[in-house]
């Protein structure tokens, strides 16, 4: 009795319009079967679980999007004139669409997801010299345990490492000869902070912090 409501219903609604292409009179369902398998199609079968209609509480974005597009794929393929029989089209057009449903959420799916942009963090060059036992060292900070990369630079790329998943991760290095140098992180972290130290024996003598 449900499925026969709604098909009346589509077919008034669409002499109403008088058969405009533009109409959407039959509702798009989203429903659960026995097997706890998703469904998609206009007429959801007696004891159908979880049943949602054009885009109800329980329709994600993703799933309205491919409820659009197998709409629009099926719409073309069978229109919304009921020019055949009206069951024949209803049945035919229900299966087009649950198919194209499936097949696109299926892919969204297995879609990867877009990665964190990556915080990057440097602090102001600090100048030393060895002859006087300078030495540098950077240290990234974070709440929890994080990863990623820190670096120092002079002229060059002085020292590299990853933080493999430490709170606490720091490079070290002695430069050759007297000249300055930054150090510059990069983390998917936001909370992550980053200090340049400028060690003379073990004494800090002067310190940068990363913005």
């Known amino acids: 009795m449900r499925t026969a409501w709604r098909l009346v219903a589509a077919i008034g609604c669409l002499t109403a319009v008088g058969f405009s ?6 509702e798009i369902y ?3 079967d026995a097997e706890g398998k998703v469904h998609f199609g206009n007429a959801p079968p007696p004891g159908a679980r979880d049943v949602a209609a054009n885009g109800g509480g329980e329709v994600s974005s ?9 709409r ?3 719409t073309r393929q069978y229109g919304t004139t009921f020019e055949r029989s009206v069951k024949g089209s ?8 649950e198919s194209q449903y499936q097949t696109c959420m299926q892919y969204a799916r ?16 600090l100048s030393y010299d060895p002859q006087t036992g300078d030495h540098l060292v950077c240290q990234m900070t974070c709440p929890t345990d994080c990863t990623g990369s820190l670096e120092i630079w002079g ?15 720091t490079v070290r290095v002695t430069p050759n000869a007297p000249g300055s140098a930054y150090c510059r992180s990069s983390s998917q972290d936001t909370r992550a902070s980053i200090v340049l130290n400028l060690m003379r024996g073990d004494a800090v ?6 913005k």
């Open 155 to 169: 002229a060059e790329n002085l020292a590299r490492a990853e933080n493999p998943g430490s709170r606490d991760y």
């Open 21 to 26: 292409a533009g109409a959407s009179a039959q």
């Open 90 to 97: 209803s049945e035919s057009e229900r299966y087009c669409r």
């Open 62 to 70: 993703a799933e309205a999007a491919c409820q659009a597009k197998a």
């Open 205 to 210: 003598v002067a310190s940068a912090t990363g």
């Open 72 to 74: 629009q794929a099926c």
């Open 30 to 32: 989203k429903w659960t």
């Open 110 to 125: 297995v879609r990867p997801t877009a990665p964190k942009p990556m915080k990057t963090l440097v602090t102001e060059r």
